[in-house]
């Protein structure tokens, strides 16, 4: 059965929001800056994830968090508990309405289930989607998205489609990947056709892999749209190419993720730290100052030309340069967030923007 079937509403969960709460190494910070300081991003308690999914609180009014410092853990549980509570009124009324629409469609009295969608919107670049991706966004009836899908890629819904946040930060999940996948399985057995929107590529690190896998066993036909990925969109921007005849013959895709929330990522092996390859890393901000180190200890050169890209192709890029021996002090110095992209190996060297960052300690370069 499920999930939104299946989750009791209980009177007592819902209370009010308000309750919770070295010198010549070449170092470069590229900020791109705008007259607005919002993130291009659906941030967890940001008012404009709230206004956007509103339709899901009717019952209840949503309050977001005021504070703008991180909530404490049961904070945050709680936070979590309450939005879901809230959101299940509307989410079943919606199954309702779709499942009447469904069997008022059917011919013949064989009604099959919708389409479910998982669809690559990119880096944040709207310019950058596809136009399948486009005609699929315009076309659904609920669009399950992800935090770092673009709020610009947001603005291209159909006006009568619905929009569910079920996004993920370190420390906070709005949805477990479990109930993700239910969500996606209740609206498509009720005809729907369902949109899950990520960024970048869905099978790229985007574990869309595994809701294709839950979705297919139970008989719903899925279909992915391919988006440029992160590597890919990020590279071209800062005019990095991946692989270069004669000086990187192979890329290498990794997560920076680590085991329970620790600062080791998962897996480095020796040869990753071939000079010859490419290493894009992604979520890597926290695990960065171990791999770094690893890789030198593997025999990658200290002086491998790196860069770090937050929110990459948006308004809001900035970009650090560095060499390797350097990279997590002068990321750490520039306080770089999440989402950010690790681009490691001697390719970096053949941006435009990198000569520029070698004449002196630093710079600062500003786009208007």
Request: with cysteine; proline share 7%.
């Amino acid at each position: 059965m499920a999930l939104v079937q299946r989750i009791p509403i209980s009177s007592s969960s819902v209370r009010n929001w308000q309750q919770a709460r070295t010198n010549l190494s070449p170092i470069c910070c590229l900020h791109y800056n705008t007259a607005s300081s919002s993130s291009p991003f659906t941030e967890k308690h940001s008012v404009e994830r709230y206004q956007r999914d509103q339709w899901l609180y009717k019952a209840v009014e949503p309050t977001p968090p005021s504070t703008p410092s991180p909530l404490p853990f049961e904070d945050e549980v709680f936070v979590r508990e309450n939005d879901i509570a809230s959101q299940l009124p509307e989410l079943k009324k919606l199954l309702a309405v779709l499942r009447e629409k469904r069997v008022k469609g059917c011919k013949g009295g064989d009604c099959g289930p919708g389409d479910v969608y998982l669809v690559g919107t990119g880096p944040g670049d709207p310019e950058l989607l596809t136009l399948k991706a486009v005609r699929v966004i315009q076309s659904a009836d609920l669009l399950l998205y992800d935090r770092l899908v673009s709020n610009d890629v947001l603005e291209l819904i159909a006006p009568d489609a619905r929009l569910l946040y079920v996004g993920k930060t370190a420390g906070y999940h709005s949805r477990t990947q479990e109930e993700i996948h239910e969500l996606l399985l209740s609206f498509a057995e009720a005809g729907a056709t369902v949109v899950r929107l990520k960024g970048g590529d869905p099978l790229v690190f985007g574990r869309g892999g595994e809701e294709m896998d839950f979705l297919q066993q139970q008989g719903i036909r899925v279909q992915v749209i391919p988006g440029i990925t992160a590597a890919s969109g990020i590279a071209a921007e800062l005019g990095i190419p991946l692989t270069h005849r004669g000086v990187a013959t192979s890329v290498r895709f990794l997560t920076g993720h680590s085991r329970k929330g620790g600062t080791d990522p998962l897996f480095v092996a020796e040869n990753a730290a071939d000079p010859d390859t490419t290493l894009v890393v992604y979520m890597g901000l926290g695990t960065l100052p171990s791999l770094a180190q690893k890789l030198m200890d593997h025999g990658l050169p200290c002086d491998t030309p790196a860069v770090a890209v937050e929110r990459g192709t948006t308004p809001l890029q900035r970009t650090v340069f560095a060499e390797l021996k350097d990279f997590a002090i002068e990321i750490q110095s520039a306080g770089l967030v999440s989402p950010t992209l690790i681009i490691i190996g001697k390719v970096v060297e053949l941006s435009p923007l990198w000569p520029h960052c070698t004449k002196e300690s630093s710079c600062l370069v500003e786009s208007r």
